[in-house]
């Protein structure tokens, strides 16, 4: 996929998307990329995509939607992109928690990502420069207490900002719970909010931070052992890692996908990019942040992958960049199109 889709501009019906930083509802908006373990049955997706912007008598929650579903049918996961006001977000992802929870059995998933929750992830992220830290950690830790009220028997460990003092990332905290485990021991697992998980429903992780963008690159073997050797190279804790990458090599559509999780980095790019490339950038709070780009990531998977004889089959981007998805957003939000998925036209993913 060419790099140049990052800051891509695109006609959403009929309007382009410019820098709309003056907007004074872009300035209040968080997204949650909310993961749910279910993606071969796409109406039950949707059905939870929809409890986000609707209430229980079909009335649309004002100030949201929902810029994409992306569905992996060999993951059997789902990634809805929800996007509102910080004062509108606990409710929409409360509500499909709800209705994911009712349609869910983790106990019966059958795929190869690893999950441990129906609702497998909650993060919260700002896009807007009126939203803090403490507003993001809040709201997180807001989500988790009340999914565990409203759904009995649910139960969630927290991540990032949420995790107050301590503030551990996601990866450490799901090695913590035995997420990357072919079969966890929800016996062992300790929860911050809620009871021992149990199925149906098992264990959510809810938390905040910086964007985290998704990039996966599928590489020409089946090889997983291939794979699993050049996601060790590329993780960032490696000697020589990309910065900020968490990675898993998984068996995908007959081929093996590296599957990068891209998180954001305080301050700005730390090295060079293919083509002169520019790092997505950001800021919150007036800290600026950065992602290593796509582009390298493929760039890197395609040099290591070539030391093993391996060729590189594709590129894929799961969603925005925290630019796109705020300019979308606003879009939406002024156009009132709440399930903006629908509406997407040309937009990947």
């Not at 803090?132 to 927290?158: H, I, M, N, Y």
């Not at 794979?227 to 190279?233: P, V």
Request: glycine share 10%.
């Amino acid at each position: 996929m060419p790099a140049h889709i990052f800051e891509l501009q695109i006609r959403v019906s009929g309007v382009r998307m410019r820098d709309m930083s003056s907007s004074s509802v872009g300035r209040r908006l968080v997204a949650c990329l909310l993961n749910v373990s279910e993606a071969r049955r796409k109406e039950l997706v949707e059905t939870v995509a929809r409890a986000a912007l609707y209430n229980n008598t079909g009335v649309r929650r004002e100030g949201t939607t929902v810029l994409n579903i992306f569905n992996d049918h060999d993951y059997n996961r789902s990634v809805i992109t929800i996007v509102a006001t910080i004062d509108s977000i606990r409710e929409a992802v409360l509500s499909a928690c709800e209705k994911a929870c009712a349609l869910i059995d983790v106990g019966a998933h059958n795929g190869v990502h690893p999950c441990m929750g129906a609702v497998d992830l909650i993060p919260i992220y700002p896009l807007g420069e009126e939203v803090g830290v403490e507003d993001c950690a809040e709201e997180a830790r807001a989500v988790a207490q009340g999914l565990t009220e409203r759904v009995r028997g649910t139960s969630a460990f927290l991540f990032g900002w949420a995790d107050s003092p301590l503030q551990r990332g996601l990866a450490q905290r799901r090695r913590e719970m035995g997420w990357f485990k072919k079969t966890p021991d929800l016996q062992a697992i300790r929860p911050d909010v809620g009871p021992q998980p149990q199925n149906p429903f098992g264990l959510t992780g809810v938390g905040a931070g910086p964007y985290v963008m998704n990039c996966n690159v599928t590489i020409d073997t089946q090889d997983v052992a291939v794979g699993r050797s050049i996601a060790a190279a590329l993780r960032e804790s490696t000697p020589g890692g990309l910065p900020g990458v968490q990675v898993l090599a998984l068996p995908h559509d007959g081929a093996v996908e590296i599957a990068c999780n891209v998180e954001s980095l305080k301050g700005g790019p730390t090295g060079p990019t293919p083509a002169g490339e520019p790092w997505p950038c950001f800021s919150i709070g007036g800290q600026p942040y950065c992602h290593v780009p796509a582009s390298l990531i493929a760039a890197r998977v395609a040099e290591l992958a070539g030391r093993q004889g391996v060729g590189v089959k594709g590129t894929a981007l799961v969603g925005f960049t925290p630019h796109e998805c705020r300019g979308l957003a606003e879009v939406a939000l002024s156009q009132r199109i709440a399930e903006f998925w629908k509406e997407r036209g040309n937009i990947r993913m």
